[in-house]
């Protein structure tokens, strides 16, 4: 069962221009939001997180928002340029300290292309 | 890529045959784990491993043995690989309490 649905599926911005992508969970025991981008032919890495507490997270151009109430959270590329054109996964993260009893879950992906 | 090797990069091998992936870390981390990612399906968790001889099973694990003799390493074994096992499979480490970083990957394509 997905229980973290990311959208949308593929994204075309142009540059300059705010991209954003879209995450909702369902399991409130979530403690944790990451966002990861990956390029092609590379494993995917760490972009930005926020944990609920917080309802914005903001490093350089990339910001985080979340939405304990709705259960969503969604991440905004400000000024975006050609070089972060990738894929980005939402994910979010429950259990305890950390290990094997701390579980992610993972959306499906949104692929960005930020056009010249 | 935090001093992950996945090796072989690329690989191509018959249905039916053995196949054995090798992940290499060189920074003593305790949590490694495997994932698989295919169009439309996303990251899906294969095993993971919480110390030396200490694995568990993830959400997509039938067909997979994993083994974990050192530290460093963490080798993911298709016993008989079949069509669907085509994929690009990553490592993973957990580095620190929270972050994940992975390893650039393996492409595998059985035909």
């Known amino acids: 069962q997905q229980q973290v649905k990311q959208s949308p599926q593929s994204l075309i911005v142009q540059k300059g221009g705010i991209s954003i992508i879209n995450c909702a969970y369902e399991n409130t025991a979530f403690d944790y939001f990451p966002w990861y981008q990956q390029f092609p032919g590379k494993g995917p890495a760490l972009l930005i997180a926020?944990?609920?507490d917080v309802s914005e997270k903001k490093e350089g151009r990339f910001t985080i928002s979340f939405n304990k109430s709705a259960k969503q959270f969604s991440l905004h590329i400000m000024d975006s340029q050609p070089g972060d054109s990738a894929t980005y996964f939402c994910?979010?993260?429950?259990?305890?300290?950390?290990?094997?009893?701390?579980?992610?879950?993972w959306g499906l992906g949104t692929s960005l292309a930020v056009n010249p | 890529d935090a001093g992950i090797t996945q090796s072989p990069r690329h690989k191509v091998t018959e249905t039916g045959t053995p196949v054995t992936l090798r992940c290499h870390q060189t920074?003593?981390?305790?949590?490694m784990y495997w994932y698989r990612q295919d169009p439309g399906h996303g990251l899906r968790l294969i095993h993971y491993?919480?110390?030396?001889?200490?694995?568990d099973k993830g959400e997509v694990s039938d067909g997979y043995s994993v083994s974990r003799s050192k530290t460093e390493d963490f080798l993911l074994t298709l016993e008989s690989a079949t069509s669907s096992q085509t994929s690009v499979y990553f490592c993973?480490?957990?580095?620190?309490?929270?972050?994940?970083?992975f390893g650039s990957g393996t492409r595998l394509t059985v035909v």
């Open positions: 920074e003593n981390h305790r949590y």
């Open positions: 491993s919480y110390g030396v001889k200490d694995t």
């Open positions: 926020i944990r609920p």
């Open positions: 994910a979010a993260s429950f259990g305890r300290h950390a290990g094997n009893n701390r579980k992610l879950i």
């Open positions: 993973a480490i957990l580095d620190g309490i929270y972050g994940y970083t």
